[in-house]
Antibody, heavy 122, light 106 residues
Framework: QVQLVESGGGVVQPGGSLRLSCAAS????????MHWVRQAPGKGLEWVAF????????YYADSVKGRFTISRDNSKNTLYLQMNSLRAEDTAVYYC???????????????WGQGTLVTVSS | EIVLTQSPATLSLSPGERATLSCRAS??????LAWYQQKPGQAPRLLIY???NRATGIPARFSGSGSGTDFTLTISSLEPEDFAVYYC????????FGQGTRLEIK
């Protein structure tokens, strides 16, 4: 069965950096695009970034463009999110999520990890 | 940016009743709309994609309809496990979500 397990969250000061990881199993990771989606405490969902199955294209929400970088290592079945210049408004649970379309870009989210909490606070 | 507005914000119903949740887009998203269910402390779960297609393993009591700007999620007969927050999401443009509808037990 599909499993996505995030790690790397924690408390970081404003202006700091953090790298999240998402370990994938139960499907052919190298054939699917992957997303990061976040949820601020008590709030709704916000799409953050997408990377194509082969890493050839990456797309970002305006709110994180220029500060966050999505990447993947298909040999390790792992997705990453490098977060720099963090702000208080980046505080959220960060989910990795799988795109449904093989070798495509569906921009839906058919499987989710359990999430990792990032808190930006001094 | 396409704005998705969900109504009502909160829906209070009893088990066995029919639930009708609405999602309205600020401009046409064709049929590129999904619905998710989220329970407290859990990740969202995909229920419906492309407006009316049930995702894998989703019970038949969940159905979606609509196109263009007006969409509906219907739960035909509420089970106790259906009480949760529901989000719509569009992929016509960069993906974004509605603000959610909380379905609570009356």
């Amino acid at each position: 069965q599909v499993q996505l397990v995030e790690s790397g969250g924690g408390v970081v000061q404003p202006g700091g950096s953090l790298r999240l990881s998402c370990a994938a199993s139960g499907f052919t990771f190298s054939s699917y695009g992957m997303h990061w989606v976040r949820q601020a405490p008590g709030k709704g969902l916000e799409w953050v970034a997408f990377i194509r199955y082969d890493g050839s294209n990456k797309y970002y929400a305006d709110s994180v463009k220029g500060r966050f970088t999505i990447s993947r290592d298909n040999s390790k079945n792992t997705l990453y999110l490098q977060m720099n210049s963090l702000r208080a408004e980046d505080t959220a649970v960060y989910y990795c999520a799988k795109d449904p379309w093989e070798v495509g870009s569906g921009y839906y989210f058919d499987y989710w990890g359990q999430g990792t909490l990032v808190t930006v606070s001094s | 940016e396409i704005v998705l507005t969900q109504s009502p914000a909160t829906l209070s119903l009893s088990p066995g009743e029919r639930a009708t949740l609405s999602c309205r887009a600020s401009q046409s998203v064709s049929s590129y709309l999904a619905w998710y269910q989220q329970k407290p402390g859990q990740a969202p779960r995909l229920l419906i994609y492309d407006a009316s297609n049930r995702a894998t393993g989703i019970p038949a009591r969940f159905s979606g309809s609509g196109s263009g700007t007006d969409f509906t999620l219907t739960i035909s007969s509420l089970e106790p496990e259906d009480f949760a927050v529901y989000y719509c999401q569009q992929r016509s443009n960069w993906p974004n979500f509605g603000q959610g509808t909380r379905l609570e037990i009356k």
